[in-house]
């Protein structure tokens, strides 16, 4: 199950958002303290959902939960759909700002058991801008584990819809162009694991996983397939790739094919998937597609090379050494979370609470409440080494990214990454290490390794 707890989804072409219920941005509870213990240490209770990810529960009558940054890009009408559980029923309203602008009542049915889950909507009129999106509860005994806005006139199709049944029948659950774990697939509809055909448009592919997070076997499909159960995949789906057809997905995933990142890590854990590393390398698109065929090799490889010596060949997951790397300092998501640990984590090993706090507000995360969220989602892992690679100057000059663009070599990589450590006689087996590396993955991308490769 993904444990992926994204603030927004923004989903351009369905023009709607979606809002995880842990992520609220404001709140008010009548109880002290976390019940369930999960993700967020206030007083709004939280735990696991058996659809993966958070839910928020015990909610009692009076509570409120807000989420900022509702974008609304026309005036019209929209449809409010929240995912909901409760043993006897309840009855939850919604509003914008504060219940300036009050939608009513939303009434939730009696589901037979606080994670038995349905989805129920309101349809309602909001003119354009930007609004806080308020939660109320009305009545207690209910269990919230999502809320979408979507604009009414949204068409149902898309590139690729996935069927409860065989022949295309039962709920469906549309999609375009992107990668989709479980918790991005439920707000469209997905059941997991209840799929049974599926209609992929002309020019297209879908790549459909039996586990989430793009892991476990994988099966293509082009054009339509009225019943999945002749490939093992009947009831069996739990994330899906759309791309167009023949794997041609550019970006990162046209310089390094799967067989490429397979031969260059021979022995990596299950856990860093290439499908994640593509997906994450979308969140930054200058990554390794930047300059000419060369310079992106060159980029791509050192990434590899700085990130097989980080992790043993993506070996290791977590550090060895498990430190609290709390720095003491204030940052703006606070000091360091009750009871969590910043040690690194991923292929770059994010470490210390201000890193977690800056990775997770660049890329929409709340890793400093739940670093572990590092650990135990393969595209948030890829995501924050990104980051770094990307964004950060660590101990060197400026990002890794921009020295192998601008030319200053390999060397000036490691300085990023490790600085003085490392660097200026710090320990030049490491460094050599990291050289060698990076000459053995240049070797297999076809590439010339270039000038200034130590520090």
Known sequence: MTTLSISAIACAQLNAQVFQAEDYSNYYDTTPGNQGGAYRNDNVDIEGSTEGGYNVGWIDTGEWLVYSNLVIPSTGQYKIRMRVASESGAIASTDLN?????????????????????????????????????????TGGWNFNWIEVVSAGTPTGGLVTLYEHCAYNGWAASMDVGQFTLGSLIPRGFVNDRASSIRVSAGYEAVLYLDD?????????????????NEGFNDNVSSIIVRPAGGNTGGFASIISESQFNQIFPNRNGFYTYAGLVAAAQTYPAFAGTGDLTTKKREAAAAMANFH??????????????????????????????????????????????????????????LWANPDQVAQNPTIAWQTALWFWMTQPGAG???????????????????????????????????????????????????????????
């Open 397 to 455: 000059y400026r990002p890794a990214h921009e020295s192998m663009v601008t030319g200053a070599g390999f060397g000036e990589t490691i300085r990023t990454i490790n600085g003085s450590l490392e660097c200026n006689g710090g320990n030049p087996g490491q460094v050599q290490s990291r050289i060698n590396e990076y000459n053995r993955i240049t070797g297999i991308l076809g590439v010339s390794p270039g000038n200034n490769l130590g520090c």
């Open 98 to 138: 504060g219940g300036s602008i009050p939608f009513g009542n939303v009434d939730i049915p009696a589901t037979g058991g606080w994670q038995n889950w349905v989805t129920v909507e309101q349809s309602v009129q909001i003119n354009a801008g930007t609004y806080n999106l308020g939660v109320f509860a009305q």
């Open 309 to 366: 010596h980080e992790t043993g060949g993506l070996y290791y997951i977590t550090e060895i050494a498990q430190g609290e790397y709390c720095s003491g300092t204030a940052t703006p998501c606070g000091v360091c979370a009750g009871g969590k640990r910043y040690f690194g984590r991923g292929p770059i090993q994010l470490s210390w609470n201000y890193n977690y706090c800056a990775a997770g507000q660049a890329l929409g995360l709340n």
């Open 213 to 229: 997070n793009f892991t476990g076997a994988a099966i293509v499909v082009q054009g339509e397939d009225a019943c999945l159960d």
